[in-house]
């Protein structure tokens, strides 16, 4: 019986200031969650350059990319994440989605960042015949 009334003592005690703040921290993030998130739309996105070093090889490759995108639509914080490929199909990639543009992510209308994002690139040597015939399409 002892158990069950220090619990209902408990449970009408006044809160503390701290646990206070905690409750008005939880309100305002349940609050901050109801926001209006708007995720990156791409804009312009151009293919990955095959390495001119690595033509000759003929070598395919493919290179995971992880990368944020800013206030303004450009990426960030480029980085592999994973890949079958060497150095210069990495920095193809790389320097690939640095390129590339997007409308930025919004939070109640406001740009913002998007973080998370990531891209799986295969790179591959086709003849030049192939690459006009692709181009005039």
Known sequence: MRRWQVILLGAF??????????????????????RT?????????????????????????????????????????VSIV?????DRFEKAAKNTVS????????VDGQPTWQSRN???IMLRSIPISQARNRQAA
């Open 37 to 77: 998130y708007i995720p990156t739309k791409l804009i312009e996105r151009g293919p990955p350059r095959y390495p001119i070093v690595e033509v000759r090889s003929s070598r395919e490759a493919w290179v995971q990319v992880a990368y944020c995108i800013d206030e303004s639509g450009k990426p960030q914080n």
């Open 13 to 34: 005690l006044p809160l503390s200031a701290a646990a206070a703040e905690d409750a008005a921290r939880a309100v305002d993030s349940v609050i901050e969650s109801s």
């Open 99 to 106: 390129e590339w543009r997007f409308e930025p992510a919004t």
């Open 82 to 86: 994973d890949s079958m490929a060497s």
């Open 118 to 120: 990531q891209v799986f």
